[in-house]
């Protein structure tokens, strides 16, 4: 089946430090690609739909400077957490959902932790 | 914008036993899909079911089965002879039909916890 990689599954760095996290498809190339926050005990929330070759769109209250969103290629989505504050510290999720099967939901990366200290 | 709501923060029963979880929605669309996903501690999105709002048909998939009311927006699902591997959360979600731009909209979840 369609597989999703994310990577770093768990990163820690220091306050004001910016932090890149990848989402590849992997066996298909997807146009549009989503990324979700999920802090502990709550619900994923979807942050931005990331659009190969244009702009992200961002939902209101995401900020776009700093949760900067980069869509250069068919198979890879990077979500840049910059000047990352402990208020960042979540739980980062993205899918992609393949073209040729519309009616199949979104194929989940398994996420990574960022820990901001 | 729609809106998911799942309304038992907990929920616990004894393994073998059945269990439903409840799922309500609000949307202004006619044509859309709903899923229950499964996050286990691992944090995994896992897809237990779909099902597809012009289907009159409730969706199955081996011991999970939604029961889907379009007119009165609810979603619910139902775990038959629960294992202690189905302890998780659950979240419903909704997603428009509309071109493949959208993204889902989950519930607050419901924690499951099968007790042996």
């Known amino acids: 089946g369609a597989v999703v990689s994310q990577h770093p599954s768990w990163v820690i760095c220091k306050s004001g430090t910016s932090v890149k996290i990848e989402c590849r498809s992997l066996d298909f190339q997807a146009t549009t690609m989503f990324w979700y926050r999920q802090f502990p005990k709550q619900s994923l929330m979807l942050m931005a739909t990331?659009?190969?070759?244009?702009?992200?769109?961002?939902e209101q209250g995401v900020e776009k400077d700093k949760f900067l969103i980069n869509h250069a290629s068919l198979t890879l989505s990077t979500l840049t957490v910059t000047s990352a504050h402990p208020e960042d510290s979540s739980f980062y999720i993205c899918s992609a959902r393949d073209p040729d099967t519309f009616s199949q939901p979104q194929h989940f990366g398994d996420g990574t932790r960022l820990s901001i200290l | 914008a729609q809106t998911v709501t799942q309304s038992q923060p907990e929920m616990s029963v004894q393994e073998a036993e059945t269990v439903t979880l409840s799922c309500t929605y609000d949307?202004?669309?006619?044509?859309?899909?709903l899923f229950w996903y499964k996050q286990p501690p691992s944090r995994q999105m896992i897809l237990v079911i779909r099902q597809e709002a012009y289907k009159q048909q409730n969706a199955t998939e081996n011991r999970f089965s939604v029961n889907f009311q379009k007119a009165a927006k609810s979603f619910s699902l139902k775990i038959s002879d629960s294992q202690l591997g189905d302890t998780a959360m659950y979240f419903c979600a909704f997603m428009d039909s509309g071109g493949g731009a959208d993204g889902l909209t989950f519930g607050k979840g419901t924690h499951l916890i099968i007790q042996p």
């Open positions: 990331s659009n190969e070759g244009s702009k992200a769109t961002y």
């Open positions: 949307t202004s669309e006619s044509n859309y899909y």
